[in-house]
């Protein structure tokens, strides 16, 4: 734990512009960023009396080792920095709120030829609309009902390609929800008229459609058309009901969505209410750990800024109104910056009194809800996770806590594509973000003790590296700031500086990029999947490293024994213990890894051509040969010019397949007798 008065910047050297500032902790992550209208003030709050700090400010100024700046030119540009930054770094000391589930929207691909109508999740994609979000029974309701209306494709592409070549639908083409556009019933054009058609309806100009349905029913009741009139009358049924799913509750021309918090000291719940047309189209709701010393308007803040900024594409989709249950800080920045995502003016509002404010109180009444369904879930899996961490420490007798674990386990079949894996548990749950691959090969493939030991040789000079080049990026002396070229560079600095940031404490820099380190900070526990032989391999990697503060540890699968280097008897834990349950998992987790990565490095070598040691021949250029030519015997035995009637080929490629060949490169004669053979299927791919 560093001393905040080692890192202490004089006063005269902070500027007193706007700006961002970033905390760092002693391996260069950068563990909580913040924004400041005079940076002077801000920072040197943290430093005047540290001992006088609320809580988790006293962590956070004892876990880091430095500080850094960066000067903007206004307040609104220091808030996108700030998200950019907290978007990037992912700092543990700032508010993240997490979705406290996956909410599916219903979308259609309009950027593809024949648009799909699909529910998706996740990330956004460019040219595709949104609709929601909804629940995963609703949405499915809701899209199943208006197919039958709107016969837009929902099939997969697979599905799509299968139908085109065979010349018929599949199911959904049978039963009328689906156009067919696959086979030719309707064109592209009347295709994509039908996908505007079913975005308008849920756009909200369902009654729009309905009084045309309704006019269509009419005039084919007057021609005595009664079998088209009942289907007409089944399909405004069908509108009415998706339409009507929804309870007025605002005015029909009000878009907005309405936030609640209901928070208590280490926690906070958020739900919000997404307002279109008057009616609530969809909920979503989040649960954050309050790590940062945050107000309510600073929540508020922060929460406006991750909800729409990871959204991406928000024009179209951002409300008019954003209601909230208190003002912002910087509420008129954070307005001008919506209003630039949304292309419009965007207002944010409290509401005092009418529906809006009995709206609000049914949203904070969800939170309310929420929060205590979340603690009431999670209490059990906290207390075991900490209890596990607490007796595994406890019984490896370690002087520090668990907080990052590192699990490594080596997989082959009979020393073939000898490949290892790593996975990362911090604070108990895994971080599959810091998931690692090795592909191990030479002398260290020969038994697991040396692969093992090639590992951990791999994965920890990395990290000595980047600590090598942190130190002397820090010893490297400063060059003194130009006042006159900060202020004229402040602007375009916050614009494009979305990485910017200088690896020394206290110096402003808009221009140079924040490095990203292939491996994260070392873990306090290194767990193998083994026993004796494994760790005391591990520890001589770390030891010829000259790493003394990452412990060692491994778990032998026959009695689950825990292993310690140079030991001579495990250590016994109890099988109802949750720090050997916590083990099991791990190690469970790191050879599931392995197996997979094994598995797919083992297919890709059982699927082998004589071509593909040719330079420059990829796997389209080679079935377009094969194609041509029909065996890899033929392709051997052509010359330069017959090979480039092969699609694709040219004359340098043709002269690389002639030379490969002609020099014996994979291409011998025992290839004639070895077609290429797919050893798990028993397949045979060329002949």
Known sequence: MADPMSYRPQTGEIPTNPGVYRFRDPHGRVIYVGKAKNLRSRLNSYFANPAGLLPKTHAMVHAASSVEWTVVGSELE???????????????????????KTYPYLAVTMGEKLPRVQVMRGDRKKGTRYFGPYTAGAIRETMDTLLRVFPVRSCSAGVLKRAQASGRPCLLGYID????????????????????????????????????????????????????????????????????????VLAED??????????????????????????????????????EDATTPDLVEHLLQQVYGEDGDTQGRLPREVLVPVEPSNA?????????????????RVPQRGDKAALMSTVRENAEHA?????????GDLTVRSQGLQELQEALELPVPLLRIECYDVSHVQGTNVVASMVVVEDGLPKKSDY??????????????????????????????????????????????????????????????????????????TTTPAPRAKFAYPPNLVVVDG????????????????????????LAKRLEEVWLPDSDFPVILPRSSQ?????????????????????????????????????????????????????????????????????????ALAAAIVTHFSAGGAGGAADDALPAINMTTGEVLET
């Open 531 to 554: 026993g004796k032989p494994q760790v005391n391999a591990a520890a001589r990697a770390l030891a010829e490293l000259g790493i003394d503060d990452v412990y060692v540890v491994g």
């Open 579 to 651: 720090g050997l349950y916590m083990l099991q998992r791990i190690r469970d987790e790191a050879h599931r890894f392995a197996i997979s990565f094994h598995r797919q490095k083992r297919g890709k070598a059982m699927t082998v051509s004589a071509l593909d040691g040719v330079p420059g021949l990829g796997e389209s250029k080679r079935k377009a040969l094969l194609a041509q030519f029909g065996s890899v015997r033929k392709i051997k035995a052509a010359t330069a010019e017959e090979l480039m009637s092969a699609k694709g080929v040219g004359p």
């Open 78 to 100: 220091s808030l996108q920095l700030e998200y950019t930054w907290i978007k990037e770094f992912k700092p543990r000391f700032n508010v993240v709120f997490r979705d406290d």
């Open 177 to 248: 929800k689906c156009s067919a556009p696959c086979v030719g019933r309707v064109t592209p054009e009347e295709h994509r008229a039908l996908a505007e058609d079913f975005c308008a309806f849920m756009g909200g100009e369902a009654k729009r459609f309905i009084s045309r349905l309704e006019k269509e029913m009419a005039a084919a009741v007057a021609e005595l058309d009664y079998e088209r009139a009942a289907r007409l009358r089944d399909d405004i049924a069908a509108m009415r009901k998706v339409f009507e799913r929804n309870a007025v």
């Open 436 to 509: 690692r691959k090795f592909s191990i090969t030479g002398a260290a493939a020969t038994d697991d003790t040396a692969a093992m030991h090639d590992v951990l040789t791999r994965r920890f000079r990395h990290y000595l590296v980047d600590k090598t080049a942190q130190v002397e990026a820090s010893q490297l002396a400063p060059p003194e700031p130009d006042p006159a070229a900060q202020a004229a560079g402040s602007a375009a600095g916050s614009a494009a500086g979305s990485a910017a940031g200088s690896a020394d404490a206290g110096i402003a820099d």
């Open 332 to 348: 008129g920045d954070l307005a001008v910056w919506l209003g630039g995502l949304r292309g419009a003016k965007v207002d944010i």
């Open 371 to 379: 929060l205590r369904l979340h603690k009431t879930r999670r209490a």
């Open 254 to 291: 009000t878009d907005a969505d309405v936030f609640a918090l209901y928070e208590d000291e280490l926690e906070a719940a958020v739900q919000v209410f997404h307002v279109r047309g008057g009616r609530v189209k969809g909920q979503r709701g989040w649960v954050v750990e309050k790590v």
